[in-house]
């Protein structure tokens, strides 16, 4: 057994140094010595493969594969076989046995989505391709043998998800007029889930997350006694505000100033940078005074709102600078205890954002107000400067007595257990 072992060694060796005469003539010894070695038999398959003797491969391969019934590598590696061969069905039939063996066995995935796909069956090879690229994980987790096919497979993917999404789209639309707004994108964003487009958008605070609210994208100026109030007074706040953008902006700030040794992740261009900077009113609860005195109209139309109120967390208030052609990658807030406001005061065109799957466009004078604990983006696309008043308010659907839970709750956690 000791000799055969080595001899086994041995055909290995020369097969993966490229010795493929030698290979093909150990395992011919092996196999002498051992008739039932499945390896050997295998691997005899694989050098006819290689001739392009197809048939006797075929042979090969199925004995080695009633020596080694549980190895759907084996029946995968038959269906090739019987594919060269002219086997059509037979094919098929190896490449459903390795699933049934096997259901998450990657390359028979692929394997009978690019069978379907050259069968013309379109919309299942789809299917099984998304499959595929589900069950490969992220794409640095990918196989390097098998990335081509599942650069193929996602690509395939993408093209059907969107063709199945304009088709839903086009089912739904004469039906979305007589909605409102939030009601209509919520449709489209369903259609969107269905189509494997994309998925849903869950919320995701990086503080305090409290559950049983609801993820919504953005929520309706109407719910907001003062909301109407505050935009009446854009006028006013927009003075101040370029009164602060005065003397070159000295007052402005990077938003993003990570200390060293902090994680950057998606901040690395952004850190320390003043493409997006701010003029800060309030952070964390605490005012800034000196920036407050010289914006006293802002300051009186923010106290006039509801804002937010957690200790070491809440209020925030700011005017947001963001450079031209510069983008805020995607990210998530602190908590779904407060909603975020933006008063857009200077918005040139091609400036856009983005709140889980809805996409909105800033107008002077009209509030965006959205949950940021659903992952949003920011898009200056301009040769402008975009500014906007950015602020939290309390979640509507919480009731007043759970905002006294919410300020109990975070103090509690920052004062930590004792001993």
Known sequence: MDDLSTLIGQAEVAVNTGQWALGEKLWQEVRRRDPYNAKAIFSLGIHAMQRRAFRDACTLIEEAQALSPHDPFILLTLSKARREAGDADGEGAAIEHALALDPYFLPALLAKAQRLERLGHKTTAALFFRNAVKVAGPETAWPAVLRGQLLHARSVSHDFARETYAHLSDAISPLLPSLAREQAERWREAASIMAGQTEPYRQHANQFYIPRLPAIPFYPRELFPWAKELESKTSLIREELRAALAD???????????????????????????????????????????????????????????????????????????APHTEIPPHTGETNARLVVHLPLIVPDKCTYRVGFEHRTWKEGELLIFDDTIEHTARNDSDELRVVLIFDVWNPLLAAEERELVRALAAANRSGLSG
């Open 248 to 322: 070159e902006k000295k007052d402005f700030s990077p938003y993003i100033a990570l200390r060293p040794g902090q994680p950057v992740d998606q901040w690395r261009d952004l850190n320390n940078s003043a493409r997006w900077s701010h003029y800060g009113l309030w952070r964390n609860g605490r005012p800034d005074e000196a920036h407050l005195k010289r914006c006293p109209e802002t300051r009186k139309a923010l106290e006039a709102v509801d804002m937010a109120s957690i200790g070491g967390l809440c209020p925030n208030a700011m005017f947001s600078a963001l």
